[in-house]
């Protein structure tokens, strides 16, 4: 299958609470181009330099999300034309971003990185850093930013057990947070998770956005 069959053939298996994050990390513009001429608006970058290359080169109705680890003193750099930071962990990060948005009177959406995983090197906050975080948070001081729900990651294994279990932690962790702080806040609603070998489980245990890469564009090359 080329990248255009395999973006309509992943869309159409989704139901509609869904949407695919396209994953175009170390693909060139040319790649991008095809899964968006059939039909493909959401994709996802982790580096920002590539992105700055990348986002001029494209269609300005792309909506682009990052999933990296964002340094502070790059967020300048996306404030422009980011919808959503997947990658959120503190709140000096929360603050940088906030400020850079409000330079160009934007609001930029972003998700909790929450880490599960049992991997140690793997980004994020606990569920508890998380509640911390959130304790400090006033969504009236931010106006240019709205926090619209988590990202997370399950553990790099073949245990379908394991990885089911991490998914449906997120998923509850999620209703906390959403019981917890944004109780009245429709836009809070976003759990990101899955990839390309694990998004049907977590699709199943309740994920809207999935962040497929390798399935789409074929293997990446570094
Ligand atoms: C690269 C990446 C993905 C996509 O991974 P694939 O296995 O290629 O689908 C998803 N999420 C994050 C955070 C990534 O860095």
Redesign the pocket.
Known sequence: MCIAQKVQALTSSLPDRVTLVA?S?FHPVESIREAYDAGQRVF?E?RVQELKAKQPALPDDIEWHF??TLQRNKVKDIAPFIHTI?SLDSIKLLEEVHKQAAKHERVIRLLLEIHVAQEETKQGLTPEECMELLAHWKQGEYPFIRITGIMG?ATDTEDETLIRKEFRTLHQVFCDIKQQFFKDDDSFQEISMG???DYPIAVEEGSTLI?????IFGQ?KY
Request: hydrophobic fraction near 35%; avoid cysteine.
């Open positions: 994953v990390k996802g982790s999933i990296g997947h990651m990839m390309s070998h962040r497929v890469g390798t399935f990446r």
